[in-house]
């Protein structure tokens, strides 16, 4: 009987983590398919927006704001010059940023805001933010996380993809329920607050994870 259940056990757990794995796998692949470049999948497209772009007269990454300072050394900053290589890919290299930049606006308060309140339900005491990915995995909010994390990207890619056909702007999803872009010159301003804000959240967070790594230390990160 005790071999029986321990044969039982043991496929129950298989199959469970066979499971886990295949759906870990296809919502990974959902998300990554969000970050590839749209060349990938534009087939005979390429031809086409290579020589819209050799036909027009481009200024740096083709216009795209935040490339004017004036922060030191920031001015055209493209030292890989990826903008003059890729003309045609520079729209993909602002969606990508923005959403870098957004996620990592996020991120920065989930490492300080947990330090002073934190969600209710004992699976969420005790966690330091170090710990707490490997944690929710392992209790299952993680997984939720990630089936609508992934389902976003899955819906949204297509916008990724034919941002030249679509005249659609980097980052841009009809998301303004207060107003605040309807004046293009607030626009344009919040536009750049936005992209500074998030290069410097991607710089903080590696910073912050870094230090609560190394200190073993929440909020201020400090020894």
């Known amino acids: 009987v005790n071999t029986r259940f321990h044969l039982v056990s043991q496929t129950l757990t298989y199959r469970r983590e066979t499971m886990k794995f295949l759906a870990t796998s296809a919502l990974c692949l959902a998300s990554a398919l969000a970050f590839a470049p749209p060349s990938t ?15 027009m007269k481009m ?59 934190r969600l209710p339900g004992d699976i969420f005491q005790n966690v330091s933010t170090v710990e707490a990915h490997n944690a929710m995995v392992e209790k299952g909010p993680m997984f ?45 301003k919040y536009q750049l607050n936005e992209l500074k804000n998030g290069r410097l959240a991607m710089l903080a967070f590696s910073g912050m994870i870094t230090q609560t790594v190394l200190t073993g230390h929440g ?5």
Not at 70 to 97: G, I, W
Request: proline share 8%.
């Open 59 to 117: 200024e740096f990454a083709g216009g795209l704001i935040g490339a004017d300072g004036p922060e030191p050394l920031s001015k055209n900053f493209d030292p890989l010059a990826l903008a003059e290589r890729n003309p045609t890919q520079v729209k993909f290299y602002r969606e990508a940023e923005i959403k870098h930049g957004r996620i990592a606006m996020l991120a920065v308060l989930g490492m300080v805001v947990p330090d002073f309140v």
């Open 144 to 188: 939720m996380l990630l089936f609508w994390i992934s389902l976003f990207e899955l819906i949204s890619t297509p916008l990724v993809w034919k941002m030249d056909t679509k005249d659609r702007e980097p980052g841009y999803f009809a998301l303004d329920p207060l107003g605040f872009c309807k004046d293009p010159e607030k626009k344009k």
């Open 41 to 55: 999948f534009s087939g005979h497209k390429l031809v086409k927006n290579a020589k819209k772009s050799a036909s």
């Open 219 to 223: 909020f201020p990160f400090l020894y």
